[in-house]
Each structure stands twice: as C-alpha cells, then as structure tokens.
C-alpha cells in the first residue's frame, strides 16, 4: 500500500496563490498517474489536474481555466498542485490520488488517496 501525505493547505484571499503537495510512501511507487481531486460541501469529489508519472503529460479540468498547474517531482515521489488566481468557488477538500489506470479524469480509476487537505479561500 501505497500512503499519500498532503500539505500546503489553507485559508486564503481571493485572486491568491496556494501550493499543494503530495507525497507517495511504503513501497515502489511508479503509478500511471497522479491526480488531484476536490470535493466541496454536498458537492461529488470532482477532477481537478492529472499528469502521467513517466511522461508528465497534463490534464486539466475545465474549471481551472488556466490558473492550475499540476507538476511532479519523480525523485521524490512528489506531486504539486500549483493554485494561482483563486476564487471563492475554489473552497474544497482537495485530495491526491494515484493511479494504475489510463482515464485520469474518473474518479474510480484512482487506487490510493491521501487524507484531503482544505482550501478555503474567502472573498
């Protein structure tokens, strides 16, 4: 089992910047892909970003409109979510999983999760 620990959440102004991280531990790890999802209150967990761990390509949710920037760092089994531009509507329970399976934008692809970091973001 692989164990996913997330950081850099928090409280934040609208129109600002938040960087998310998520780091794999307890064995090999070398999944398909990694992916950040959000979940807000009475919301479904929805995609947010993906990139494939070999060969770092994106995927981006719509609703990011180009504020997200999903990255990796294979070294050290790390994946960022890079936040700028901030909106209210942002405000979730932000999650990164790993994946062993083509299809990064369904959820139920995903095998491991980490315990979700909150992002509020206030107007």
């Known amino acids: 089992q692989v164990q996913l620990v997330e950081s850099g959440g928090g409280l934040v102004q609208a129109g600002g910047s938040l960087r998310l991280s998520c780091a794999a531990s307890?064995?090999?790890?070398?999944?398909?892909?990694m992916g950040w999802f959000r979940q807000a209150p009475g919301k479904e967990r929805e995609f947010v970003a993906a990139?494939?761990?070999?060969?770092?390509?994106?995927v981006y949710s719509d609703f990011v409109k180009g504020r997200f920037t999903i990255s990796r760092d294979n070294a050290k089994n790390t994946v960022y979510l890079q936040m700028n531009s901030l909106k209210p509507e942002d405000t979730a329970v932000y999650y990164c999983?790993?994946?062993?399976?083509?299809?990064?934008?369904?959820?139920?692809?995903?095998?491991?999760w980490g315990q979700g970091t909150q992002v509020t973001v206030s107007s």
């Open positions: 990139i494939t761990w070999s060969g770092g390509v994106t």
């Open positions: 999983a790993a994946s062993r399976r083509i299809g990064v934008r369904i959820r139920d692809n995903y095998d491991n």
């Open positions: 307890g064995r090999t790890f070398s999944p398909y892909a």
